[in-house]
């Protein structure tokens, strides 16, 4: 009997089954350097311990898309070592702040299956939750991938089980990390004299500058997040696919559209959701990548005079210029140059009073 694990299968999956993974992480100040200086991060708060003690905390905490991937990252080698793709997101809510130090692992619960027409894959709906060293959770998200079946073909009933999800996080769920406050926001520091009031529901915001995928870069990020998915470092492997390439972790392009995002969202200090969202189509290196936003919703926040939740639609391109903010065609299709479709709950400092 062979000691190594090749992954799971779809048929291995059981609606309810619980997952423990491995292998727990203490984050370092080395990643979060690492970190920084693969995507350029600027955002205050994660950048000063000086910004982040005069709002509140103890100091600069880990940005949150690295606490989302490296709780990701756990997930694969159980979930979805053997997927054709990671599909989405949804009900994706960031409940405590993470910093240099603490510990994280990941339990996943399976709370959807189905089985696809094609016979060679199926659809598996996974609820994780990321914790810290203390057993708080810091991280809730629903995701679903497809995954290859062992046995294609085979004759074999499997009833679909979809979960109802939201559409989005209601605004009354969304968790302001503990002790965090802008009374004293430094918008000089910041970057950005854009306050929540500034923006308007309906605007788009070009974030211009672009920046091109590196080989090596996105396999050193996945690497960074312990990813073992296969697609994204075995070139001998998948040069006979559909590409004839790695594909870039769509976590990679993501931490690449928010770095994007501080020209003309600078005060976005915190990601307090995700809503939604999809790869809608591979990256590969070479490619460059662009971003824009458009602002879904404005909330003000129960006891809050301080700060307020911005719903922003973060879309992602590849080889194309966001000034005229490419979506979807007039047949309702993604743009061709559409790389990801984001959808986000921001907080936002208030102007004074």
Not at 4 to 31: C, M, V, W
Not at 37 to 48: E, I, K
């Amino acid at each position: 009997m062979s000691k190594s694990f090749k992954g799971n299968y779809f048929e291995d999956f059981t609606l309810g089954q619980i997952l423990s993974h491995a292998t727990p992480r203490t984050i370092t100040l080395g990643d979060v350097s690492l970190y920084s200086a693969l995507y350029g991060m600027r955002f205050a708060l994660q950048s000063s311990d000086e910004f982040a003690k005069n709002s509140g905390l103890e100091r600069a905490p880990i940005d949150d898309f690295l606490a989302f991937h490296i709780i990701f990252g756990k997930t694969v080698p159980d979930i979805s070592i053997n997927a054709v793709a990671n599909l989405g997101y949804a009900d994706c809510r960031f409940l405590k702040s993470v910093y240099p130090g603490d510990t994280i692992s990941a339990i996943s619960t399976v709370i959807g299956l189905k089985e696809n027409s094609n016979g060679r894959t199926g659809n598996v709906y996974v609820r994780t939750r990321g914790l810290n060293q203390k057993g708080e959770t810091v991280l809730e998200y629903v995701r679903w991938v497809m995954i290859n079946k062992r046995e294609v073909d085979k004759n074999e009933a499997f009833e679909a089980v979809i979960p109802d999800l939201p559409a989005a996080v209601p605004v009354e769920n969304l968790t302001i990390p503990e002790g965090l406050n802008f009374r004293k926001f430094d918008n000089i520091l910041s970057g950005s004299d854009y306050f929540w009031e500034d923006y308007e529901v309906g605007e788009k915001i070009n974030h211009v500058d672009g920046m091109t995928v590196e080989a090596e870069g996105h396999m050193l990020a996945t690497r960074l997040y312990q990813n073992t998915a296969k697609v994204h470092f075995n070139q001998h492997a998948m040069k006979d696919g559909r590409l004839g390439e790695r594909i870039v972790y769509g976590g990679h392009v993501i931490s690449m559209a928010r770095g994007l995002s501080f020209n003309g969202l600078a005060n976005a200090q915190n990601i307090a959701a995700i809503n939604g969202g999809r790869h809608v189509n591979p990256c590969l290196a070479g490619d460059t990548i662009y971003a824009w936003s458009e602002i879904l919703d404005k909330a003000a926040l129960k006891d809050r005079d301080d700060m307020a939740a911005l719903r922003c639609r973060l879309v992602a391109l590849k080889d194309k210029r966001p000034d005229g903010f490419p979506h979807k065609t007039d047949d309702g299709k993604y743009d061709p140059s559409v790389l990801l479709d984001l959808d986000i709950w921001v907080l936002m400092p208030k102007k004074k009073i």
